[in-house]
């Protein structure tokens, strides 16, 4: 099995930041877990020069995020508002993230194709799911003529989404996490502020299960171009887990009503890319979803529990039975 890694940069990154800052304590996780909000801090502003360190710390942050280390992802985006005009404790945080790194330097990301498992109960709204062509009937997948013919084993698709409803405590903005899986291999990370503001769990949720479904098109349709080979005939929906059940609920049962006009554009993407049958709804119970790490700050053994189900572990991806389902007991 092929892996990947950023090692020798996460490495000399440190060491660069030790040389800067002096020895860094060793940190559990890249954000302090309680009462964290940058955007509500009041320390005095950067001068010049440690303004100019604070934006290469957040380059080689940037970096690293890109090359493969998802569970920076958060902290990333939240510095990253205070590029242009940061403060101590911004620098501060920045430092503690490299003190993170150096606990957990050799991460690796496993290329593995085969899908993860799961177990779901029916429930009873799902026999209605085919009903939905009467409220979309246009609804169909995308696709292009000009696609290569497809080859290989077919490619399952699946998205972990949360939100975390007024996560900024100065603007009141939702935050929306997800994580992207193909097969057993995460290939999206994000985690980013809703464009306008949520007034109920329950939107926040909505638009970050609309954001999952925009994904899931986009990395379906990147796929065929490549010649992948992910069907279109409704047999192979992208799984999206979320751990919001009343969202859920709604979205996949044709009878619900739209009571809520604030989330009107959210619901029908949704409905629609399921009666398209290109997403799937399941629900999650919220302790098991992954994609907390990308909205919450949680306790570290909760936040590395996650994380080994990101990266290369031999009890994971050397059998093929050891899955999600092997760790959360199939209770999905």
């Not at 990947?4 to 940069?9: A, H, L, N, P, W």
């Amino acid at each position: 099995m092929w892996t990947y890694r950023c090692q020798t940069y996460t490495k000399e990154a440190v060491e660069r930041v030790e040389r800067m800052f002096g020895c860094l304590a060793k940190e559990g996780t890249p954000l302090p877990v309680k009462d964290c909000h940058p955007e509500m801090d009041t320390s005095p502003l950067l001068r010049l020069d440690d303004h100019r360190r604070f934006q290469m710390l957040l380059c080689m942050l940037q970096w690293l995020l890109t090359i493969g280390r998802p569970d920076l992802r958060p902290v990333v985006s939240s510095l990253n508002r205070f590029g242009a005009c940061p403060r101590e404790y911004h620098l501060e945080l920045a430092i503690r993230v490299f003190g993170f790194l150096k606990t957990r330097i050799n991460e690796q990301i496993a290329i593995d194709h085969r899908p993860m498992n799961f177990a779901r109960e029916q429930p009873d709204f799902e026999r209605l799911i085919p009903d939905f062509i009467q409220n979309y009937p246009e609804a169909k997948e995308e696709l292009d003529p000009g696609f290569l013919p497809s080859f290989g084993p077919i490619l399952e698709t699946s998205i972990l989404v949360d939100s975390d409803h007024a996560h900024d405590k100065k603007t009141h903005r939702s935050l929306t996490g997800l994580i992207a899986f193909v097969g057993s291999t995460p290939v999206l990370w994000l985690s980013k502020r809703q464009g306008s503001i949520a007034s109920s769990t329950y939107a926040a949720e909505f638009s970050a299960l609309c954001t999952a479904t925009e994904e899931a098109q986009s990395l379906r349709y990147m796929f065929r171009c490549l010649g992948c080979n992910v069907p279109s005939d409704g047999s192979c929906p992208t799984n999206i887990f979320g751990d919001n059940l009343s969202v859920i609920q709604n979205a996949q049962n044709p009878a619900a009503d739209l009571s809520k006009k604030h989330v009107a554009i959210s619901f029908h993407v949704v409905r629609e890319a399921i009666a398209a049958s290109v997403v799937e709804p399941y629900w999650l119970r919220g302790q098991w979803n992954l994609s907390d790490i990308m909205t919450k700050q949680i306790p570290r053994s909760k936040f590395r529990e996650h994380c080994k189900y990101l990266y290369w572990r031999p009890d994971f991806h050397l059998h093929s039975n050891n899955r999600l389902d092997e760790h959360y007991g199939k209770e999905y």
